[in-house]
Nanobody, 119 residues
Framework: QVQLVESGGGLAEPGESLQLSCAAS????????MGWYRQPPGEERELVAI??????????TYTDSVKGRFTIARDNVKNTVFLQMNNLKPEDTAVYYC??????????WGQGTQVTVTS
């Protein structure tokens, strides 16, 4: 079993920055993809950003609404993925979930961390 433990998040004002971290542990096979999804209040979960491993191209993908503001990065040695969120907007308010998929195509989710952007 794989555990994903998120940290970071919290309350921010518009224009401010936050960083999320997610560390994977447990019975790890090689993690092909790590990333972040979010679920705004009353809406469905959506992709924010994902980053494959170096063996799978290492090129991040972002949803259009965060391009130029959010940056995803991963530390393959520590099996950790980060999401740097700059110039936050109220519409970024959501529960953010860490996600990982290993080379067997097994998927894993973190417990979620709340990000609230309000003035």
């Amino acid at each position: 079993q794989v555990q994903l433990v998120e940290s970071g998040g919290g309350l921010a004002e518009p224009g401010e920055s936050l960083q999320l971290s997610c560390a994977a542990s447990g019975n790890l096979f090689k993690l092909a993809v790590m990333g972040w999804y979010r679920q705004p209040p009353g809406e469905e979960r959506e992709l924010v950003a994902i980053i494959p491993s170096a063996e799978h191209g290492d090129i991040p993908t972002y949803t259009d609404s965060v391009k130029g503001r959010f940056t995803i990065a991963r530390d393959n040695v520590k099996n950790t993925v980060f999401l740097q969120m700059n110039n936050l907007k109220p519409e970024d308010t959501a529960v953010y979930y860490c996600h990982a998929r290993d080379i067997r195509d097994f998927e894993f989710w973190g417990q979620g961390t709340q990000v609230t952007v309000t003035s």
